[in-house]
Structure formats: structure tokens, C-alpha cells
């Protein structure tokens, strides 16, 4: 099993950064890639940005390309997502997932199998 913790959330104003943790625990080693979701009330989840472990590559939405990075550290069994230039739009409950298919969608909650419990970010104007 295995468990992601969030961190990192809180207020800021718009054009500003903040840096988003998800903390791996458990039984990590089958675990090929981890995403950031971001869901605002009554909408759906979307899918924010994802760091796939086998092939070291990274994908994003396109309204965080070129402001948001994923990057990762082996050693501390975390992911980050720096998010810079934010806008009130960014405002969100932030998720980390993770999973282990061989094949599935970037950025598609369903592909993923644990998530954390979330952290809210708040962009004001």
C-alpha cells in the first residue's frame, strides 16, 4: 500500500509561486508514475502535471505549460510542483496520485490508484 502526503498549499497573490510536496510512504517501488489534479468545487478533477519514473518524462496541461514544473527526489521519496506566476484561476484543492500501468493517460484521474488527501492553494487578484 501506499500512502502520499500533501504539502505546501496556502494564499497567495496572483504572480506569485508556491512549491506543492507529495510525500511518498509505504510500499513505493511499484509505482511508475505520480500526477498533480487540481478540483474546484462542483467541478471535475483535471489533471495538472505528471513525472513518469521508467522513461523520465513529464507532461502538463496546457494552462500550467512554461508556469508550473514537476520535478522529483529519489532520496526523499518526494515530488514537487513548483507553480510560479500564478493567477486567481490556479485557485484549487491540490492533489497528488500515483500509479503502475504499463500504459495509461497522463493526465486522466482513472489511471491512478492512490491519491493524498489534498492541499488547497489560493490565488487572489
Known amino acids: 500500500q501506499v500512502q502520499l502526503v500533501e504539502s505546501g498549499g496556502g494564499s497567495v497573490q496572483a504572480g506569485g509561486s508556491l512549491r506543492l510536496s507529495c510525500a511518498a510512504f509505504g510500499y513505493t517501488y511499484s509505482t511508475s508514475y505520480v500526477g498533480w489534479f487540481r478540483q474546484v468545487a462542483g467541478k471535475e478533477r483535471e489533471g495538472v502535471a505528471n513525472f513518469d519514473f521508467d522513461v523520465g518524462s513529464t507532461h502538463y496541461a496546457d494552462s500550467v505549460k512554461g508556469r508550473f514544473t514537476i520535478s522529483q527526489d529519489n532520496a526523499k521519496n518526494t515530488v514537487y510542483l513548483q507553480m510560479n506566476s500564478l493567477k486567481p484561476e490556479d485557485t484549487a484543492m491540490y492533489y497528488c496520485?500515483?500509479?503502475?500501468?504499463?500504459?495509461?493517460?497522463?493526465?486522466?484521474?482513472?489511471?491512478?490508484?492512490?491519491w493524498g488527501q489534498g492541499t488547497q492553494v489560493t490565488v487572489s487578484s
Open positions: 496520485a500515483s500509479g503502475a500501468r504499463r500504459r495509461y493517460v497522463p493526465l486522466i484521474q482513472s489511471w491512478y490508484n492512490h
